[in-house]
């Protein structure tokens, strides 16, 4: 399995076979609570860098999902639409939002690795 | 409002919410738990099903006496408090003089007092606007130096019941003193949850050794303020703030059953011209119940319009997810024609249209003990 990437806006982004999944943090999950709706992009859209393309809403709020790298959508993940609650219970594996085709495979090895992550998150507390 | 640099105040059991993982956010000018561990959905619907423990002691708590402190505080509200009963409570609005709403209270008869409620965000007005209003020998006292918890579910009497019997005597509204864990308390069978339950005014040097003998009873949990929040919108009930503020009318919010009939007929309150005259001809817009359809929230602001239509014909104040309801929920203000139940809307949530309906409140019926 390849590393996994982070970003300041707390979302996780794996790349393999050439295709980015992109997901949020186990920080951001416990952060918004309970996630009871995602409104995904749809598939074929192209996405800047730091685009808001989907939206997670929890019971308290609603929160933008940002595109952690250019490159066009490919797939989405349409099982959160009947089981949101994944988000919540496996923020890093079921309960992925979208893949990405990356417009610069370069962009991911840039972001920050898991322990860059992990401080940026401390400063945060 | 306290100003955002302001430090914040913490309430008597601040250090408690900590011990129990409380997560702490401003609320009002006060650090309060929005959740504990459990979470919001786990603590909403542990309310509905057993007891949780909430602490508003960011409220404003006041004693009014004197002779004539009932006709005194009819000054500063539409509400019948001359006919309250002693031992009985009520809700009511302050109004200003414009007829807009100024707070939402709860006014209580203790015989030989009167015992309020305000809002925490309003008490820096509503106190200073009754003192303004009263009469030589009437006097507010401010009660800073007390808790106010709330245990609420259908276990809550029940539970509270086994450390002072007599609460159970008591039924919805109805109020009492009695003697808890050493501290001599104050309990309304009230609350804003939709649920049964009571309100507890302890002193604020008792409270936490209070609030740990509740917590101690089987099925009590804490809740925080986002399942307040969650449950007190699935009962169809108003956030001051959101649902009613200075420019929202009685009439508007569809809480004109606040106003006492004899004050129907003598109109003599704050703002009685407007309520008088949208009584008469309707008002131009009016709170509603708003479902949403399918499974996405219409929060707060969202702008509302008749189902196909171009312009808004009003706007969400308060929305989200009702984990009991297990749907979204909404409620906000409709132009006064598209008020009727199951009329058809649009909200406008990130440009796109949500179809909605009006809706019946509350989303989640009541369980007080009549």
Redesign the interface.
């Known amino acids: 399995m390849s590393e996994t990437k982070f970003t300041k806006d707390h979302e996780w982004v794996r790349l393999e076979g050439g295709i980015a999944t992109v997901g949020i943090t186990d920080h951001a999950q416990n952060a918004l609570?309970?996630v009871?709706?995602v409104?995904l992009p749809e598939p074929g859209r192209v996405v800047a860098a730091g685009e808001a393309c989907a939206?997670v809403?929890?019971?308290?709020?609603?929160s933008d999902v940002y595109a952690p790298i250019a490159g066009k959508i490919v797939e989405v993940n349409g099982a959160l639409?009947d089981n949101?609650g994944a988000i919540n219970a496996a923020p890093t594996t079921d309960g992925w939002f979208f893949r990405i085709e990356p417009a610069d495979a370069a962009e991911v090895a840039a972001l920050m690795d898991e322990a860059a992550y992990a401080a940026f998150v401390d400063t945060l507390a | 409002m306290a100003d955002s640099n302001e430090p914040l105040l913490e309430t008597p059991l601040a250090a408690l919410h900590r011990d129990l993982g409380g997560r702490m956010v401003p609320f009002a000018g006060y650090a309060m738990p929005v959740q504990y561990p459990a979470g919001i959905m786990a603590e909403h619907l542990h309310c509905r099903a057993a007891a949780a423990l909430f602490d508003v002691s960011h409220m404003g708590q006041a004693e009014l006496v004197g002779e004539g402190a009932a006709a005194a505080l009819e000054r500063a509200t539409p509400a019948d408090v001359q006919g309250l009963k002693p031992g009985r409570q009520r809700y009511g609005l302050l109004t200003t003089d414009d007829g807009g709403i100024l707070d939402d209270f709860m006014v209580a008869n203790l015989g030989d007092r009167l015992f309020l409620v305000v809002n925490a965000s309003r008490k820096h007005l509503d106190l200073p606007r009754i003192e303004s209003l009263l009469p030589a020998g009437v006097t507010l006292r401010p009660l800073p130096d007390r808790a106010l918890i709330a245990l609420q579910g259908p276990g809550a009497v029940a539970a509270i019941a086994t450390l002072a019997p007599g609460i159970a005597d008591l039924s919805f509204m109805g109020v009492g003193s009695f003697e808890i864990a050493g501290a001599k308390v104050l309990v309304s069978r009230s609350g804003y949850t939709g649920e049964d339950g009571v309100e507890v005014s302890v002193p604020a040097e008792r409270a936490v050794a209070f609030a740990k003998a509740l917590l101690a009873l089987p099925g009590v949990r804490p809740a925080g303020l986002g399942a307040r929040d969650s449950l007190r919108l699935e009962a169809g009930l108003c956030l001051y703030g959101n649902d009613i503020d200075e420019t929202t009318s009685a009439v508007e919010a569809a809480l004109t059953w606040t106003i006492g009939k004899r004050r129907r007929t003598e109109w003599n309150f704050p703002g009685a011209e407007r309520v008088r005259e949208e009584l008469a001809n309707g008002a131009k817009r009016l709170r509603v119940g708003i479902r949403p359809e399918g499974r996405q929230p219409a929060r707060g602001h969202t702008p509302i319009h008749e189902a196909g239509g171009a312009a808004p014909i009003g706007e969400i104040t308060s929305g989200g997810f009702g984990p009991s309801l297990n749907g979204p929920m909404a409620m906000g203000y409709v132009a006064g024609g598209l008020a009727a139940d199951g009329t058809a809307l649009d909200l406008m949530v990130r440009g796109k249209a949500i179809p909605a309906r009006v809706a019946p409140m509350p989303f989640v019926p009541h369980r007080y003990a009549r």
Do not use: I, Q, W
């Not at chain 1, 809403?57 to 609603?62: I, M």
């Open positions: 609570g309970d009871v709706f409104d939206v809403e929890s019971v308290k709020a609603a639409a949101p």
